[in-house]
């Protein structure tokens, strides 16, 4: 079964600065889709940002982006120039392209961003 | 604009109760899910549903059953509610392909006492 890991249970970035949040993953699979989703306090789920594990450039979106890093299995999201309405609790998530069996996605356990003003 | 819509963002009920949560989307996705999601252990999959009458077990079903009658709307149902089901239940829907967005509810949060 894949697993995803969040070291990072929180961090704090000053506002307008850059802040890179963490995330590695266990697999047995070449192929799967990585993504990053957001919870404001609104409990709201928003996907920030996805990425397919064949192709090797790095998903932008906007001032966000991914430090993917197959060998490795990492794959860590870096905001730039922090904004207040950043704030929330991300969660890194893995889905198999293969399926089968439960299917859907798996979610590390979370980090919760502070932005300082 | 997809919407999924979860009938209650707020919900306590006692111990040994039948406790239905609904959830409904307006977008014609395949495919709908229900997680938990506890402080310190993120989402985990309770049941997904791929069409209409399927339903594929997630990693935490025990205590838990699910309904979809209709493509629209996917119901977890609690048996018999116990006070380690107090949580956060959040629905989710997509299309099929497997790089899909997920789509989620604003989540009830249910207390059992």
């Known amino acids: 079964a894949q697993t995803v890991t969040q070291s990072q249970p929180e961090m704090s970035v000053q506002e307008a600065e850059t802040v890179t949040l963490s995330c590695t993953y266990d697999t047995s699979e070449s192929d799967y889709y990585l993504f990053w989703y957001k919870q404001p306090p609104s409990r709201q789920m928003i996907l920030v940002i996805r990425q397919e594990a064949y192709k090797q450039q790095n998903a932008t979106e906007n001032r966000f982006s991914v430090n993917f890093q197959k060998a490795a299995k990492s794959f860590s999201l870096k905001i730039s120039d922090s904004q207040l309405g950043d704030a929330a609790m991300y969660f890194c998530a893995y889905r198999s392209v293969s399926g089968g069996g439960a299917d859907g996605l798996t979610f590390g356990k979370g980090t919760h961003l502070i932005i300082q003003p | 604009d997809v919407k999924v819509t979860q009938s209650s963002r707020y919900l306590v009920k006692r111990t040994g109760e039948k406790v239905f949560l609904e959830c409904v989307q307006d977008m014609d996705h395949e495919n709908m899910f229900w997680y938990r999601q506890d402080p310190g252990l993120g989402l985990r999959l309770i049941y997904f549903?791929?069409?209409?009458?399927?339903?594929e077990k997630g990693d935490i079903p025990e205590g838990y059953s699910v309904s979809r009658e209709k493509k629209e709307r996917f119901s977890l149902i609690l048996e018999s509610a116990s006070t380690n089901q107090t949580s956060m239940y959040l629905c989710?829907?997509?299309?099929?392909?497997?790089?899909?967005?997920?789509?989620f509810g604003q989540g009830t949060r249910l207390t059992v006492v």
């Open positions: 549903s791929y069409d209409v009458k399927m339903k």
């Open positions: 989710a829907s997509s299309l099929v392909p497997r790089g899909s967005e997920a789509f």
